[in-house]
């Protein structure tokens, strides 16, 4: 039944919304855009900016129009002189507390706070006075946080609270002094926190955003003639650097990609699509065996460090599950300084191995203890979609103007198996291509595989020589939650489950283009469907579709590896999990100093 | 020198237990009887929804405070997430994260109080005591506090230590006064 409808006139238009619409979404109907900082539809209605304030006609106070439900026969004008005053000064009060080193910010040109501003013509500071001085927290190798940048519209805590549902996120002290953080403001290191980074894509300022550690080390390296710099571009990248350039969203630049890379002065541009087929081939034998055995199953994916820390803090029980493999980043670079340095004759030692990723949490996983392959770690340096689009502006490259190139040989050709893992699905629907052609011999019908791409939180039935095995896919890390407690309970059997810790999989990452946005949110979203199907485009270009079938992966098998899941697989790929404890107990203390209470 | 003896002998070796024995980082260190009483009023109220205020109000006249250890504790048995519970304690100002002195001084600076003097006394205090507001001796005896209106107004200026209410004073009488603790 639907609901009841309401009519009303905004600004002397009318309009007919829902019972329960809110007056800023009924303004949107018709096309009047009222400001938002904290608003993020559906996910944080706080009414806590004040910026999008209406006038009601008999209300004496001006309403925040993101929470002001609509009501018959109401009249609402959304630009008088009065509330277009009242926004303003909502901005410069804002300001007011505000480190105000836009130049320098991060977010430069890239924050919603600074645009309001422009947009409401704020000229010089009016109000000004004590400032909150609170320590930046940067021990984490992913995320930095900036607790001044805070303006408290709590889109971190919501989002991390009910997307994540790591909820390491809180207000801290009371009032004047309040900012968004950590419990005691600790540092993320001792939180839960899975670097998933989606709340450095709602923040509307600067105050949370990756560390940037790397970008010098990749410069560094390029310059220096003994070493051997390869890059390995991560399979969503090709779909989404190119919004970095005002290209539009769903543009898939492979080749163009590939070009500005080489012009940078990588050595080798490689595929970590590449990494993903090796990453099929180990984790689909490595489920054939589990189900063979009736061990240890369902077995989980393990190529999505956000969901590997999330199952480490939140489910250590799960670990034993969880494949050993790792995530096709590291199983590349253990490649990169192998494989690839036996092959072309090259002290591993002089190999950089750089990563371009659309992920935060990476960053931290690169830089695990047990990353490591013959006693060197085999990434690097890690740069995010964002890192890498800097540094191809910085180096004057017009990426989309470009010609194309093809990637490197041998580790540049992958099959479109490799391609989709940066889908949400991809993964599963990738390890399905080939594990249905091992057990089978015969190839998967499309329409057999592509149904799990259809949901965030979905599973399909296949029978397999008579045998029938379930798989099902959960991305976001709160779906994944629900689906996991399903499975404990033992009211869902699954054999094979992908998690992805981000809504959209990888072309949803913390590390992908920021939109200093209105309804960031649904962006983000709608984005990640409109990335992901052009990696879905790219694979049904490409002449081998399945990582077994990929003839630079049959080589290295066949010159190199011997078996999946043979003896050096094993010592290259696979890795075991740490129980992680939830919070410090003995927190590092930098930013321990206790703000000042009145 | 005295002092950081002084600390040393009076640091209680608690009981210690694991909570996690593959999981060294997370050993609670128990102070057994307090967390038995606090596990008790955790019994009563595990399923209560929205309890948490009642149960850390419970927590700090236990342990005097909510230091950290406390905090996760009572987030892990509740259910909820450590950050909200230290949003809770750090919103109340009843609440205290610090190890409170034996007698919390409060000096009320509401308007009666202050237009009779209380900054006076409240400076007469720090300098006497060594402390600014919201720290405690180093003796562990006194919290120096400042308070809103404490709703006595005709005994304006009044402090409170503990719970006895000291009116009609002039800063002079602090030393005096004090002397009684």
């Not at chain 1, 779909?239 to 543009?251: A, D, K, L, R, V």
């Not at chain 1, 970590?272 to 180990?282: H, K, N, S």
């Not at chain 1, 065996?289 to 939140?314: D, I, M, Y």
Request: aromatic fraction near 8%; charged fraction near 25%.
């Amino acid at each position: 039944m639907s609901k009841k409808k309401i009519s009303l006139e905004i600004d002397g238009q009318k309009v007919q919304a829902e019972e329960g619409t809110t007056i800023l979404e009924a303004a949107k109907q018709i096309g009047i855009d009222i400001p938002t900082l904290c608003y993020l539809k559906d996910i944080n209605v706080e009414g806590a900016c004040r910026v999008c304030l209406v006038e009601v006609e008999g209300d004496p106070k001006l309403g925040a129009s993101c929470v002001y439900e609509i009501k018959e026969g109401m009249r609402v004008k959304t630009s008088t002189p009065r509330v277009i005053k009242a926004r303003k000064q909502m901005i410069e009060l804002l300001l007011s507390d505000h480190p105000n080193t836009c130049l320098t910010c991060i977010a430069n040109q890239n924050c919603e706070l600074q645009s309001l501003a422009a947009k409401y013509d704020v000229r010089g500071f009016r109000y000004t006075g004590e400032r909150r001085r609170i320590p930046i927290d940067d021990l984490s190798p992913s995320i930095v946080r900036e607790p001044e940048k805070c303006i408290m519209c709590r889109r971190c805590i919501t989002v991390c609270k009910e997307v994540v549902t790591a909820s390491i996120y809180d207000i801290n002290e009371r009032g004047f002094h309040s900012f968004a953080a950590p419990a005691m403001n600790d540092s993320q290191i001792d939180t839960p926190c899975t670097y998933c980074g989606q709340c450095i894509l709602v923040c509307p300022t600067g105050a949370l955003h990756e560390q940037r550690q790397d970008t010098e080390l990749v410069w560094e390296a390029l310059a220096d003639p003994n070493k051997h710099v390869v890059i390995q571009t991560a399979p969503s990248i090709r779909s989404t650097i190119g919004e970095m350039f005002g290209m539009p969203i769903g543009s898939l630049v492979t080749g163009k990609l590939v070009t500005a890379l080489k012009r940078l002065g990588f050595d080798r541009v490689f595929d970590d699509c590449f990494g993903a087929d090796v990453v099929v081939m180990e984790e689909g034998t490595e489920f054939i065996h589990r189900f063979a055995e009736r061990k240890r199953l369902p077995q989980f994916t393990s190529c999505c460090p956000g969901w590997v820390k999330f199952a480490e803090n939140f489910y250590p029980e799960l670990l034993p599950h969880l494949s050993t493999v790792r995530s096709p980043q590291q199983v590349f670079g253990a490649l990169s300084k192998t494989y690839y340095a036996e092959m072309v004759g090259i002290d591993p030692n002089n190999i950089f191995c750089v990563s371009t990723m659309p992920c935060i949490a990476k960053k931290f996983e690169a830089r695990r203890p047990e990353m490591t392959v013959n006693g060197l770690r085999a990434v690097d340096a890690v740069l995010t979609t964002r890192e890498l689009g800097q540094i191809i502006k910085q180096a004057g490259i017009d990426l989309p103007n470009l010609s194309d190139s093809e990637y490197d040989e041998p580790m540049g050709y992958a099959s479109g198996a490799g391609v989709i893992f940066g889908a949400g699905g991809g993964v599963m629907e990738a390890t399905l291509r080939t594990v249905y052609n091992k057990l089978t011999g015969e190839a998967m019908r499309a329409d057999q595989y592509k149904a799990i791409r259809s949901d965030s939180y979905t599973s399909i039935d296949i029978e397999i020589r008579g045998e029938k095995m379930r798989f099902a896919v959960a991305r976001g890390l709160g779906n994944a939650r629900h689906m996991i407690d399903r499975i404990l309970a033992g009211e869902l059997k699954v054999d094979l489950v992908e998690i992805m810790a981000c809504p959209g999989g990888c072309v949803s990452g913390g590390g992908q283009p920021i939109y200093s946005h209105k309804d960031k949110w649904y962006m983000q979203v709608d984005a990640g469907g409109q990335r992901g199907n052009a990696l879905f485009r790219e694979d049904e270009s490409k002449e081998v579709r399945t990582a077994h079938n990929n003839p630079w992966v049959k080589k290295l098998y066949a010159e190199y590896l011997g078996e999946p899941m043979g003896e050096r697989s094993r010592q290259l790929f696979h890795s075991s999990y740490t129980k992680r404890p939830m919070y410090g107990r003995t927190p590092h203390d930098l930013c321990k100093k206790e703000p000042a209470r009145v | 020198m005295r002092v950081e003896e002084q600390n040393k002998s009076t640091k209680k070796t608690h009981p210690v237990k694991y909570k996690d024995n593959d999981l060294q980082q997370t050993v609670i260190v128990k102070d057994d009887e307090k967390y038995e009483k606090l596990d008790l009023v955790l019994d009563e109220y595990e399923d209560v929804e929205g309890s948490l205020v009642t149960v850390l109000h419970q927590a700090q006249k236990i342990f005097g405070h909510l230091s950290r250890d406390v905090q996760i504790y009572v987030a892990e048995r509740l259910g909820v997430p450590f950050a909200e519970v230290y949003g809770v304690v750090s919103f109340y100002s009843l609440f205290t994260v610090q190890p409170r002195g034996e007698y919390t001084i409060e000096v009320c600076m509401g308007t009666a109080c202050y237009v009779k003097g209380s900054g006076k006394i409240l400076e007469k205090l720090k300098s006497q005591l060594g402390i600014e507001p919201g720290e405690t001796t180093e003796d562990g005896k006194y919290t120096l506090e400042t308070t809103r209106c404490l709703g006595a107004c005709s005994l304006a200026p009044i402090i409170k230590i503990g719970d006895d209410v000291h009116g009609n004073i002039t800063a002079e009488q602090i030393s005096e006064i004090l002397t009684k603790y």
